[in-house]
């Protein structure tokens, strides 16, 4: 599958041979705003979850550590994220993600188009247990680069997200709380009027107690036309 490698502020590295990828979605802290969230998406004819929060199996192939994404189309885009990472020993890891998610094919299932693009990771991580009694205070921001031209758009503290522990419970009720599972956490909103298919993408996860960022950044690179 994928094995990723991450370094501790410390200096110390992580291996983890990923074995299970899951992508929460609608996963707000605010479940109203979530609910109209998917309002507004079935008006674009992106079908809704059955549930919320949602959680979707990805490939484990497609959790990578990469500074290049090879795309289909210009419908695409990332969505700034964490990550929590369940290493050997069952240690927790967090660090910044990024969805890279396949516009076209959301409208016919959003399961569909996670599968249709990687999750990027950072090559840092910090010990969950380290930051956990600020998690709230965490900053997630990213940008988008279009030529020379390098735009945030978004910006926010994972307090808007639901938190590390609710997903270690329902990963611990489920049995999946083992070594070698990645779960992606679900984004804050984009800013109105960035254009989102961009050349590039950057992620940023933040904390403000220490000056302390993890940061990921790839280009995303059309593939060549097809033949035949």
Same mark, same amino acid.
């Given at each position: ?15 983890? !041979? ?111 247990? !380290? ?87 790839? !280009? ?9």
């Amino acid at each position: 599958m994928a094995v990723l490698t991450f370094e501790l502020p410390d200096g110390s590295t992580r291996e983890v !041979d990923v074995v299970q990828v899951l992508n929460a979605g609608y996963a707000g802290r605010s479940q109203e705003d979530v609910a109209a969230h998917v309002a507004e998406l079935a008006e674009l004819g992106v079908p809704g979850p059955s549930v919320t929060p949602a959680l979707y199996p990805v490939s484990p192939y497609l959790a990578q550590q990469t500074d290049r994404v090879q795309v289909q189309h210009g419908r695409t885009s990332g969505e700034a994220e964490w990550a929590l990472v369940v290493a050997d020993g069952g240690e927790l890891l967090l660090t910044a993600a990024c969805d890279h998610t396949d516009r076209d094919l959301e409208v016919h299932g959003v399961a569909w188009s996670k599968n249709a693009g990687p999750d990027v990771l950072a090559r840092r991580a910090w010990r969950l247990a !380290d930051v956990e009694s600020r998690l709230d205070e965490l900053t997630l921001r990213a940008w988008v680069t279009h030529g020379d031209t390098r735009t945030e758009i978004q910006s926010g503290t994972l307090a808007e997200l639901l938190t590390p522990a609710y997903w270690v419970d329902v990963l611990r009720s489920r049995g999946t709380l083992t070594p070698g599972t990645v779960l992606i956490s679900g984004t804050i909103p984009m800013t109105p009027g960035v254009d989102q298919f961009a050349d590039g993408w950057s992620v940023e996860l933040g904390d403000p107690a220490t000056g302390d960022a993890i940061r990921l950044d790839y !280009d995303v690179q059309p593939m060549p036309a097809p033949i035949g």
